[in-house]
T-cell receptor
Framework: GAVVSQHPSRVICKSGTSVKIECRSLDFQATTMFWYRQFPKQSLMLMATSNEGSKATYEQGVEKDKFLINHASLTLSTLTVTSAHPEDSSFYIC???????????FGQGTRLTVV | GQNIDQPTEMTATEGAIVQINCTYQTSGFNGLFWYQQHAGEAPTFLSYNVLDGLEEKGRFSSFLSRSKGYSYLLLKELQMKDSASYLCAVMDSNYQLIWGAGTKLIIKP
């Protein structure tokens, strides 16, 4: 199947700093990118959906100024957690889908710990 | 509202068969996915059903009944490495994935 590379896999940052997570599609065009967060023992929660070249659509309750999403190309999307706090500690996962497909492919996930 | 229901946890014995059920109520239907997720890792794709019936893929099979809003994932010849969470997800009319909470499958020797 198609490959989505997510980086970094783990990051520890200090409270108040910003963290950028990258998600790259390696062998297909990521027309649509989904960003999820997952707390322990819970299912995936969609944070936002972005289409290449457009502003991201955020789910209710997700602060767009705190979770900045950029999807400037068909192979790269980034999620920046700004002014991170301990409650932002979570597992963040991206998935990407080409326009002609129904299946979305997942990145490896990023474990963010804010101390 | 949209809702996906699956059992929270199941236990099975190595070498046996287990069936994980999923029922759904969504606004529109464009297919049902099953994913496997090991602790601390991203989900990996197992199956996709959009038409009624059984899809078999090695030790794993997935069944769909659209009229009943029901699917199951069948795992045969269970191995210890099958211990994981299994996520049911339905693609709605907007092509968004609606996720179930996942079923934690525990395999005992």
């Amino acid at each position: 199947g198609a490959v989505v590379s997510q980086h970094p896999s783990r990051v520890i940052c200090k409270s108040g700093t910003s963290v950028k997570i990258e998600c790259r599609s390696l062998d297909f065009q990521a027309t649509t990118m989904f960003w999820y967060r997952q707390f322990p023992k819970q299912s995936l929660m969609l944070m936002a959906t972005s289409n290449e070249g457009s502003k991201a659509t955020y789910e209710q309750g997700v602060e767009k100024d705190k979770f900045l999403i950029n999807h400037a190309s068909l192979t790269l999307s980034t999620l920046t957690v700004t002014s991170a706090h301990p409650e932002d500690s979570s597992f963040y996962i991206c998935s990407a889908r080409d326009s002609g497909d129904t299946e979305a492919f997942f990145g490896q996930g990023t474990r963010l710990t804010v101390v | 509202g949209q809702n996906i229901d699956q059992p929270t946890e199941m236990t099975a014995t190595e070498g046996a068969i287990v069936q994980i059920n999923c029922t759904y109520q969504t606004s529109g239907f464009n297919g049902l996915f099953w994913y496997q997720q090991h602790a601390g890792e991203a989900p990996t794709f197992l199956s996709y059903n959009v038409l009624d019936g059984l899809e078999e893929k090695g030790r794993f099979s997935s069944f769909l009944s659209r009229s009943k809003g029901y699917s199951y994932l069948l795992l045969k010849e269970l191995q210890m490495k099958d211990s994981a969470s299994y996520l049911c997800a339905v693609m709605d009319s907007n092509y968004q994935l609606i996720w179930g909470a996942g079923t934690k499958l525990i395999i005992k020797p």
